[in-house]
């Protein structure tokens, strides 16, 4: 597809629930980012994935949360047992290359919206 | 700490007029800083992305301007149009090996016809 795309676009579960979150990259970005934007707060790093090697998952809040990507393409963000305070649109991101420098600019997806009752 | 503050936290303006917004950050290393624009229920898009040697940046009717000294930016939008009504965020990008982006919370602007 042209850009980053996201399922599903809304997702409401349980309290104590596990869910999964898809992020579909731009063909090509060998670089993925997931992130959290809660209500009235900016987006927080979740954790970043670059080719083949070891993701960087300094940002991932609680052992409650885990993503993979696979094939170095698609990827997943897990939740288990759901807390309220997980409510929040989680984002997905991929750029061409993840090295710092301003051409490597970020693609957002349009995020999921999960709410935890 | 890495933040980013923004100001105002929310704005009205007239279509036609002109407004800027502001950006503060203590964030380093210091790579570069970009503004984006997010209409509700979307992602976030870039307007533009300036390195530390750049005072200056315009896509149309967006002009980003940014002081690394006083580590202060703005964003001026001209002519606003009611298309302009988003969400606008200042992201700067830490020079850590990968561009570990830190988000102000966003000035969220209506344009009222």
């Known amino acids: 597809g042209a850009g980053v795309s996201q399922s599903p676009s809304n997702k409401v579960t349980e309290k104590g629930k596990d869910v999964e979150l898809r992020c579909d990259p731009i063909s090509g970005h060998t670089a993925l980012y997931w992130y959290r934007q809660s209500l009235g707060q900016g987006l927080e790093f979740l954790i970043y994935?670059?080719?083949?090697?070891?993701?960087?998952k300094s940002g991932l809040p609680s052992d409650r949360f885990s993503a993979e990507r696979t094939g170095g393409s698609v990827s997943t963000l897990t939740i288990q047992r759901t807390q309220q305070e997980d409510s929040a649109v989680y984002l997905c991101?991929?750029?061409?290359?993840?090295?710092?420098?301003?051409?490597?600019?970020?693609?957002f997806g349009p995020g999921t919206r999960l709410t935890v009752l | 700490k890495n933040q980013v503050e923004q100001s105002p936290q929310s704005l009205i303006i007239l279509e036609g007029k002109n407004c800027t917004l502001q950006c503060n950050y203590t964030v380093s290393p210091f790579s570069n800083l970009r503004w984006y624009k997010q209409d509700t229920g979307r992602g976030p898009v870039s307007l533009t992305i300036m390195t530390f040697s750049e005072n200056t940046k315009s896509n149309g009717r967006y002009t980003a301007t940014l002081d690394a000294d006083t580590k202060q930016s703005s964003l001026h939008i001209t002519a606003s149009q009611l298309s302009d009504s988003a969400s606008y965020i200042c992201v700067v990008s830490r020079n850590t090996g990968f561009q570990k982006l830190v988000f102000g919370t966003g000035t969220r602007l209506l344009v009222s016809p």
């Open positions: 994935f670059q080719g083949n090697s070891a993701p960087d």
């Open positions: 991101a991929s750029s061409l290359v993840g090295s710092g420098g301003s051409s490597n600019e970020q693609f």
